[in-house]
């Protein structure tokens, strides 16, 4: 079976610092993968998207980055965060060729 | 006009009664759509997915899509307390599934 881990679960870091959040997914190939944030009491935000090693689409320009450097891993990551960038991290996948999304437990990001 | 559309709620339903989540939806080129429960704290699970006009049934959830008027529901009977959640509304729209902000139920005892 299928399963999406996602780690850390939990993260406080200060404004100005870095940012590394990963995704894998397990029992499949080739998935299409996401990252969305959701801010407090807000719906979901689509940040970016693969359908492929390499290729990552962005939905929102801001101070975030994706990379898929193997095809069941997905990594968001910042440079600086900002304290806007506080909110519910969420990956989630699609099997290929289908269209229904499952989504990770969630990385909860607190930026002080 | 926002492409899903939920009322945000919160929706207070009593136990063992009906539940009814209403979506409307823009793009008209749009083919699946999927119901999603999110427990306070927790990532977004999905419960039901139409591709076809008419009614789909699971269990307690009956999902329900009306292409022409680009609209989407979920029932829910019996209503439990363990149903209160968020429900989102979802489309897809190419390789993306774009979501609404969701419906609060809260299921009064």
């Known amino acids: 079976s299928q399963t999406i881990h996602q780690w850390p679960a939990t993260l406080v870091q200060p404004v100005g610092s870095p940012l590394s959040l990963e995704c894998t997914v397990e029992g499949t190939s080739n998935p299409n993968l996401y990252w969305y944030r959701q801010a407090a009491g807000r719906g979901l935000q689509l940040l970016f998207y693969s359908v492929g090693i390499g290729q990552i689409s962005s939905e929102v320009p801001q101070n975030l980055s994706a990379s898929r450097p193997q095809d069941r891993q997905f990594i968001l990551s910042s440079k600086k965060l900002l304290l806007s960038d506080s909110g519910f991290y969420l990956c989630?996948?699609?099997?290929?060729?289908?269209?229904?999304?499952?989504f990770g437990p969630g990385t909860r990001l607190t930026v002080t | 006009q926002k492409e899903v559309e939920q009322n945000s709620g919160p929706l207070s339903v009593p136990e063992g009664a009906i539940a009814s989540l209403n979506c409307t939806y823009s793009?008209?080129?749009?083919?699946?759509f999927f119901w999603y429960r999110q427990y306070s704290g927790k990532s977004p699970e999905l419960i039901m997915f139409?591709?076809?006009?008419g009614d789909k049934e699971d269990g307690r959830f009956t999902a329900q899509l009306n292409k022409a008027s680009q609209y989407v529901s979920l029932l829910i009977r019996d209503s439990q307390p363990s149903d209160s959640a968020t429900y989102l509304c979802a489309v897809n729209r190419d390789d993306k599934i774009i979501f609404g902000k969701g419906t609060r139920l809260h299921i009064l005892p």
């Open positions: 793009d008209r080129g749009s083919q699946s």
């Open positions: 989630a996948w699609t099997p290929y060729g289908r269209d229904l999304q499952y």
């Open positions: 139409i591709y076809s006009n």
